[in-house]
């Protein structure tokens, strides 16, 4: 079971909006740490779509936005386009493991 | 450019070893952090291993405890994975990322090389 709590799938038809949330606990995104989001195509390398709980690194679309609030996250997609179609994972830090700790990860499907 | 790419992975028997190698480029790989994280087939992500810019402080997940050990050679430009005591659940695509240390974001990621423990 991931530390990190991700419904196991979303979907939504092009032009809609999907949001999928992260749900943590008191040692991770409870206790203050960023919550980070990433999409990942099979066979490819994860990219980074948000960091800092709403930052979007360079070149992301603004159609992409993240929240925090509590223990929970979330990330969300407008405007939904075929290419959108990926899995998203949300990671932080966890201070009783002293690592990284990610979600189990959310399939996105564009009906 | 940033640039990483593993190598090292393979077949490999249940109690066999591997040395996994991830090549930086682009950047002034001395500065960062780097996380080995690895994905199980049908599975989601999972972090693995840490080490600072200096390699003085690391961390491992607590599946990879005691057998795998990771490292750095900061004038090769190359981060390192040694995985002994292989099990049939360390079968996946281990990838090398660059942490960004003050919020713990993974910013570039290799391509992964696929480690595969079977018998």
């Known amino acids: 079971q991931s530390v990190l709590t991700q419904p196991p799938s979303v979907s939504g038809a092009p032009g809609q909006r999907v949001s999928i949330s992260c749900t943590g606990s008191?040692?991770?995104?409870?206790?203050?740490?960023?919550v980070h989001w990433y999409q990942h195509l099979p066979g490819t390398a994860p990219k980074l779509l948000i960091y800092?709980?709403?930052n979007r690194p360079s070149g992301v679309p603004d159609r992409f936005s993240g929240s925090k609030s509590g223990t929970s996250a979330s990330l969300a997609i407008t405007g939904l386009q075929a290419e959108d179609e990926a899995d998203y994972y949300c990671?932080?830090?966890?201070?009783?493991?002293?690592?990284?700790?990610f979600g189990g990860g959310t399939k996105l499907t564009v009906l | 450019e940033v640039q990483l790419v593993e190598s090292g992975g393979g077949l490999v028997q249940p109690g066999g070893s591997l040395r996994l190698s991830c090549a930086a480029s682009?950047?002034?790989?001395?500065?960062?952090?780097m996380n080995w994280v690895r994905q199980a087939p049908g599975k989601g992500l999972e972090w693995v291993s840490y080490?600072?810019?200096?390699?003085?402080?690391?961390y491992y997940a607590d599946s990879v405890k005691g057998r795998f050990t990771i490292s750095r050679d900061n004038a090769k430009n190359s981060l390192y994975l040694q995985m002994n005591s292989l099990r049939d659940e360390d079968t996946a695509v281990y990838y090398c990322?660059?942490?960004?240390?003050?919020?713990?974001?993974?910013?570039?990621w290799g391509q992964g090389t696929l480690v595969t423990v079977s018998s």
């Open positions: 008191s040692s991770n995104i409870g206790a203050g740490y960023d």
């Open positions: 080490i600072s810019s200096s390699g003085g402080t690391i």
């Open positions: 682009g950047f002034t790989f001395s500065s960062y952090s």
């Open positions: 990322a660059r942490v960004r240390s003050s919020s713990w974001y993974h910013d570039s």
């Open positions: 990671q932080s830090y966890d201070s009783s493991l002293s690592g990284s700790v």
């Open positions: 800092g709980n709403s």
